[in-house]
């Protein structure tokens, strides 16, 4: 095998495994598309499976605003609950509130009417 032979491999085998990243994306794509019904999701899946080719192409064409725009919907939820979780975490409990309200109150930096706010607070909430 000559040095073009290998060269021209390498570039069937990364082609290969981009068409292969595309038709995962597609298949997540239809499996994530809530407003496409269940027939119209088999018909895709019947013709990629039968011209995977073609019909990729003809899926990227029509779809390929929704796909953006469903993809993006998909990375927010998903901020979104990583936001939520990571709040809730890290939100600190009555009692840390209240105990980091007792050791400014014996430093003297608030007063004694400050701390009974912040305790109320803190067990309010």
Do not use: C, H, N
């Not at 003809?58 to 390929?64: D, E, K, M, P």
Request: charged share 20%.
């Amino acid at each position: 095998m000559t040095v073009w032979d290998y060269f021209w491999w390498i570039i069937g085998v990364f082609l290969f495994i981009a068409y292969l990243f595309v038709l995962i994306q597609i298949f997540t794509d239809l499996f994530r598309d809530r407003e496409l019904s269940g027939g119209w999701k088999a018909l895709w899946i019947i013709f990629l499976i039968v011209f995977p080719l073609i019909t990729g192409l003809i899926y990227l064409i029509a779809r390929g605003q929704g796909m953006a725009a469903r993809q993006a919907a998909a990375v927010v939820q998903a901020k979104d609950e990583a936001d939520t979780y990571i709040r809730q975490t890290a939100a600190k409990s009555p009692a840390d509130q209240i105990a980091t309200a007792k050791s400014l109150l014996d430093s003297g930096t608030i007063s004694q009417e400050e701390f009974d706010r912040l305790k109320a607070r803190a067990l309010a909430g």
